[in-house]
Structure formats: C-alpha cells, structure tokens
C-alpha cells in the first residue's frame, strides 16, 4: 500500500474505480474502508490535485462531489482519531475548527466545479454546473459568519496579552476574502457574451477565491488555534462560549455539550502576563512576537465608574456622551413624571429645566394629550413596543419615536422619546465607504 501512496497515478486509478463502484451501488461504508486505506498516509492537499485530473479524464464532478463529501467525512474520523480536535463536542474552538472543515471543503468544490466548467460541451450541462458554481458561492458567504466570531470574540483575548499582529494580519485577510466573495457573486451574475471568455474568468476567480479560503483556514489551523488553545483558560472559553448565541456559524451546530464550573473571564478581567511555560509551547511565530511584547495594563473599572449593562461610564462620560448623540431625548418615568432631557447643541423642540418634574401631560398640548395617554396606557399594559410620528417643519424632515422601558423583571420604568431631524439621512443614496476629509 506503501507503494501505492508514492504513485499520484496508481492512486488516482484506485480513487476512479472506487467512484465507479458506489456509481454501481457499493455500500458506502465499504467504500470508505477502502477510501481510508488510500488515504491514511496521504497529505490532504493532495486530494484536490488528484480530482482536477479526474475531471480532465471525463469523470463527472457530481460523481467526485460523492468523494468530497465521503473524504471530508473520513477526515473528520481521523482528526477524531487522532484526538487533533483541542476540546469536545460544544467547545468554541471545535466548532471553530469544524467550520473549517466545512470552508476547506466548499473551497474544494468550487474549484473542481469552476474547473469543469469550460470543458463541457452541452449547455445543458453549463446551466447546470453553473448553477452549482452559484450556489456554493452564495454559500460562501457565510464565511463571514466564522470570520465575525473570530474577531469579535478571540481577538481581544490576543490583543490583551499584546499579540496585536496577528489578528491585525487576520483581519486583513478576512475583509480580502469576504471581498472576493463579493466581487465573485457579482460576476457569476452576469450574463455571459462568449462562453469561452466567461468560464476561464469565473475559473481563475475560482482559483484564486478558493486559495485565499484555504489559505485562511492553514492560518487558523496552524497558529490561531494552537496559540489560543495554549492561552485561553476555561473562563475565558466560557466567556466566548455564553457570547456565541449573538452570532451565526458556517454550516455547523456549535451543540451545548461542553460545560464548565469555571467564572466566565472577560478580556478586562485576566491577567495578560503569559508565564513561561506557555509561552514555550506557543507556535514560534506567536512566541518570538511575544518576547518584545508589553502586556496591557489598562484597568477598565476605575473609581467612580457607574457599571451599565454592557461597561462602565463615568457620570461625566454620561453626561456629555448623551449631549452629543445626533437626536434629542426626552425620558419620562413610571409615575409619567419628566425626569432627564439631552442638551445637544441643536434640539428640534426647545426644552427647559423646568419641565422636570412635571406631568408629561402638561408638555404638551391640550388636544395631544389624549394621544400622549393612549401611548403610556398601551406601553404599561405592555400591548405596544414602540409608538412613531414623522413630521415635516421648517423644510425639515422630523421623526420622533417613543419606546417602553422595562426591567429585565419584567417592570415598566418609563418611556423615552427619541427625536431626530432626518433630512440628511433621507437624502443619502449608494454608499460611502472611505472618509473625504480633506
């Protein structure tokens, strides 16, 4: 078998007989046996190269896609076998890793398809493989799922301890490759002049999208992983585990298996020296960045800070913070009384402080005041969550909202009017991405 390992031709035989056996009807299960002989010793990345030359010969990539999933699946029980999953089922980084799994694979299907793509003669058969190609790109897009949790829930833990590059480098990638997903999207739109022309571009963009996935998930694998594997304590996983229900995943269930006794540990809460006998067992390139490196020492809760639900402001912070948000408000408590109003340097209604304390019926006019007790009596009973007007005055665009504010008991604490003058933001069109200033 060893043999037949060195020999890319023998293997590629032995792959083209197994596909024509479960094209026959072979059980799947033995054909994995046979599948995993042929695979035990050989590298991965080899794979893709042997497909491509498989399609060259005529084999139908639908029949290879039938490999792709069985080879993957192989994979997944060696990776097991082999115990190169970090943590159990449920562990945010065995999803993590799962997910690329799943970006290698899709990576790999795009390619063979986009390959096929120019040598078929029927155009049946293109609409077809097209449409597929469509598919798995449209897919792809959910990448972006796996790159979000990443930067928003590993990265602080590396910039805390100073491993500032590297997620700085991943970044970078992550916002080519969701690019690329993009501008790919775009030109499989398009409706093709010259078949010829349009395959061959939509095969090196192919190309060049899949090897920018794979590239990302060699990176992930082979440094992200490993370094927080190593840097991470239960806490910390805990931390990122209770925050991954606001995000999404590509194409895997991140499952509620694992569990943990250990306090959730936020970025601000650990302490970012890494003793010695982690740092030896970093991947050298993370442990020669972080020999230069000064942890960061910010302390994030000072004196005097007010702890709000997510952070911590000082009163001043507050006050000045609320005078500058780009929209007036206005809040009125449970007993209907006003209690707090923003000062920005453009208020649309004039306000004075001594409106606080008084009724809110008493703000406005008479004949408002039956719709400003219909808007309370539903906000406290519970039966509305928002209440909008929109108004135009002085060749301004006016929108005004009120919403209820509960306690996370379930108490109404009062209501709080929101005004903004929209004239602007009606008018913007497209988009801008850079800054102009000038």
Excluded at 7 to 24: S, V
Excluded at 276 to 299: F, T
Excluded at 361 to 375: E, M, T
């Amino acid at each position: 078998m060893s043999e037949l390992l060195q020999d890319t031709e023998k293997i590629k035989e032995e792959i083209k007989r197994i596909l024509r056996d479960l094209q026959k009807g072979e059980n799947v299960d033995e054909a994995k046996a046979r599948l995993k002989r042929i695979l035990a010793d050989l590298n991965p990345v080899m794979i893709p190269i042997v497909e491509q030359e498989l399609v060259k010969e005529g084999v139908s990539p639908a029949e290879i896609v039938k490999m792709c999933d069985v080879h993957t699946e192989l994979f997944r029980e060696v990776l097991q076998d082999r115990k190169e999953y970090d943590f159990p089922q449920g562990h945010p980084l065995t999803s993590m890793q799962m997910e690329n799994e799943m970006i290698a694979r899709d990576a790999e299907l795009l390619n063979l398809y986009a390959n096929s793509l120019a040598s078929a003669g029927d155009d049946n058969v293109r609409k077809g493989i097209l449409e597929t190609i469509r598919g798995i790109a449209g897919g792809l897009r959910g990448v972006a799922y796996h790159y979000e949790r990443e930067e928003m829930l590993l990265f602080p833990y590396l910039e805390r301890r100073e491993i500032t590059a590297v997620p700085t480098v991943l970044w970078t990638k992550h916002d080519e490759i969701r690019a690329k997903i993009r501008k790919f999207g775009r030109q499989l739109s398009a409706e093709p002049d010259s078949w010829e022309e349009f395959s061959e571009k939509v095969r090196e963009a192919a190309r060049d999208l899949s090897a920018a996935l794979t590239d990302m998930t060699y990176r992930e694998n082979n440094i992200l992983y490993p370094t927080v594997k190593i840097l991470l304590s239960e806490g910390e996983w805990r931390a990122i585990k209770e925050q991954e229900s606001g995000y999404n995943f590509y194409k895997v269930e991140p499952g509620d298996e694992w569990r943990t006794d250990a306090e959730p540990t936020h970025p601000h809460e650990i302490d970012a020296e890494v003793d010695e006998d982690k740092m030896l067992k970093l991947p050298p390139p993370i442990k020669a960045m972080m020999s230069s490196a000064q942890a960061d020492r910010y302390r994030l809760v000072r004196d005097g800070d007010i702890e709000l639900d997510k952070g911590y402001m000082l009163p001043e912070e507050i006050k000045y913070m609320l005078n500058t948000l780009p929209f007036d408000m206005t809040f009125i408590d449970a007993d209907d009384r006003v209690r707090f109003f923003s000062n920005g340097k453009e208020r649309i209604f004039p306000r004075s402080p001594g409106i606080l304390g008084r009724p809110v019926q008493l703000c406005h006019p008479p004949k408002s005041v039956g719709i400003v007790n219909k808007i309370l009596e539903e906000f406290k009973a519970g039966r509305r969550d928002k209440a909008e007007f929109w108004i135009q005055m002085m060749g301004k665009f006016i929108h005004i909202q009120y919403f209820p504010i509960w306690s996370k008991e379930g108490k109404y604490l009062g209501t709080l009017e929101v005004t903004q003058d929209a004239t602007h933001v009606r008018s913007l069109e497209g988009q801008k991405r850079l800054l102009d200033w000038s």
